[in-house]
């Protein structure tokens, strides 16, 4: 069964910074694209940040220059330095990857159980 576990969540002042991991396991045969996004109370979950498996890059808009999104392929890992916390960034953040089992030969999305962020003195 193919399962993606997440960590390094926290609480951290302002102008901090936080390492969020997200390791894949299971029967895998290969992994494309991976990402990041986050909910915050009352709103709806938006993308953070996405790398392929080629290591292209696609970041929101409010966290390029803060925020830096990398893969270890041959861990089946994705991680997310967060650098110059601001409290806007306080959610959830869960890791996405787009996977492809073994059992199944074909592609489908995976999500991580989520971790929280929190921003504040």
């Known amino acids: 069964q193919v399962q993606l576990v997440e960590s390094g969540g926290g609480l951290v002042q302002p102008g901090g910074s936080l390492r969020l991991s997200c390791a894949a396991s299971g029967s895998i045969s290969s992994i494309n694209n991976m990402g990041w996004y986050r909910q915050a109370p009352g709103k709806e979950r938006e993308l953070v940040a996405v790398?392929?498996?080629?290591?292209?890059?696609i970041y929101a808009d409010s966290v390029k220059g803060r925020f830096a999104i990398s893969r270890d392929n041959a861990k089946n890992t994705v991680y997310l330095q967060m650098n110059s916390l601001k409290p806007e960034d306080t959610a959830v953040y869960y890791c996405?990857?787009?996977?492809?089992?073994?059992?199944?030969?074909?592609?489908?999305?995976?999500w991580g159980q989520g971790t929280q962020v929190t921003v504040s003195y």
């Open positions: 790398i392929s498996r080629g290591g292209i890059t």
């Open positions: 996405n990857a787009h996977i492809v089992p073994i059992a199944t030969m074909a592609t489908s999305a995976y």
